[in-house]
């Protein structure tokens, strides 16, 4: 059912494509329409990997045509007419949005009368606020409202700008989705790393690392990486200096890569920092358990420590190989932590984080 005169929305994302905070994003879409709200997104890279409701302005577009310095001008012109056109009632960014300059001409010019609510992704806050206090209070002081997507995103954003309008609304995931009859097409065991191949980010280094040292190749439980980057050649030449190429495969970059999820004994999370990982929710949605080191930040707000996965001191070898030995190895544990991952989730289905942005959109 349609509501009359609906409240428009316009969502601005880098891209529909690629990472968790794009997948978000079109979450976010999805959620939204279906509380009965216009939705809009503007994607500024022409890449739509991702589901999603509402209408799309692709400025991706344009910028294939004139990547020049007129060229995104003009974009900035065409997003601001945009704008002005159809009297949003709030503008959601979630971009990584670096540069001082750009970012003043978007916030003062293209922003100018909009209510802007601004999204951070990221325990790296400087990808989102420029991290000088005054330049970032110059930008942001002012916007409507920040939300961050961990508790402790929101705590370091106050401590370093004393910023008052900061919230914590935690990504939605889709518990609908892992309802639908997947056929396990695996006859293998195998534990599963899903995300961006960007060393310094994700540290997958660290996870071939345990894992070679752990049990599971000598047991024939194989390890699945799934996802591009720019370091996909190197850690398929690490996994080889190792000897690993039997027990170690490399995926492509799947959108939905549920049947893989699903029939994970259980999937790891190796990242030097996060914001809200995606991967684990979306893992624990599928009674699926998680082995996760203790990065700023995410994990230590999802995973309860032997309830519904292991929660492990980050940067060390031996306690994450530990870890996957003794979620190989102890069955009770194992069962205990599947048999608790759904319900750990559904305070972040799409029906509860939809009526936290419901109520902070009215």
Not at 145 to 156: D, E, G, H, L, N
Not at 318 to 326: I, K, T
Request: contains cysteine; charged residues 25%.
């Amino acid at each position: 059912m349609i509501k009359s005169n609906p409240k428009k929305i316009c969502i601005v994302v880098s891209s529909l494509g690629a990472g968790g905070a794009e997948r978000s994003s079109a979450l976010l879409s999805e959620l939204l329409f279906d509380l009965g709200y216009d939705v809009h997104i503007v994607s500024v890279i022409d890449r739509i990997d991702y589901p999603y409701k509402g209408k799309l302005l692709n400025l991706g577009e344009l910028k294939s045509q004139d990547d020049s310095r007129l060229g995104r001008l003009k974009r900035l012109k065409v997003f601001r007419n945009y704008l002005k056109s159809h009297n949003f009632s709030h503008v959601i960014d979630h971009r990584t949005r670096i540069g001082f300059v750009k970012e003043f001409i978007i916030s003062k010019w293209v922003y100018a009368n909009e209510k802007v609510i601004c999204c951070v992704h990221s325990y790296k806050t400087d990808n989102y606020i420029n991290p000088n206090r005054i330049l970032g209070r110059i930008l942001y002081g002012s916007v409507n409202q920040i939300v961050a997507v961990s508790k402790t995103i929101a705590q370091k954003i106050r401590a370093t700008y004393a910023f008052k309008n900061v919230v914590t609304i935690y990504n939605a995931i889709d518990l609908g989705n892992n309802q639908s009859a997947i056929e396990n097409q695996n006859s293998d065991k195998y534990i599963l790393f899903f995300g961006r191949l960007n060393d310094k980010i994700k540290n997958i280094s660290l996870l071939l690392e345990a894992y070679n040292v752990s049990h599971l190749p000598k047991k024939g439980v194989k390890l699945k990486i799934l996802g591009e980057g720019i370091d996909k050649e190197m850690l398929i030449d690490k996994s080889e200096q190792m000897g690993l190429e039997s027990d170690v495969q490399f995926l492509p970059f799947n959108p939905n890569p549920l049947e893989l999820v699903k029939y994970a004994y259980f999937t790891v999370l190796t990242s030097r920092y996060e914001g809200f990982p995606m991967v684990i929710p979306e893992s624990l949605a599928f009674g699926t358990p998680v082995i996760s080191v203790d990065c700023k930040s995410g994990p230590g707000e999802i995973i309860i420590n032997e309830q519904n996965g292991l929660l492990v001191e980050n940067h060390n070898i031996e306690v994450l190989a530990n870890a996957m030995n003794r979620m190989l190895e102890d069955k009770d544990l194992y069962l205990h932590c599947k048999s608790n991952a759904r319900a750990s989730v559904e305070k972040f289905s799409k029906a509860e984080i939809g009526q936290q942005w419901k109520k902070l959109l009215e």
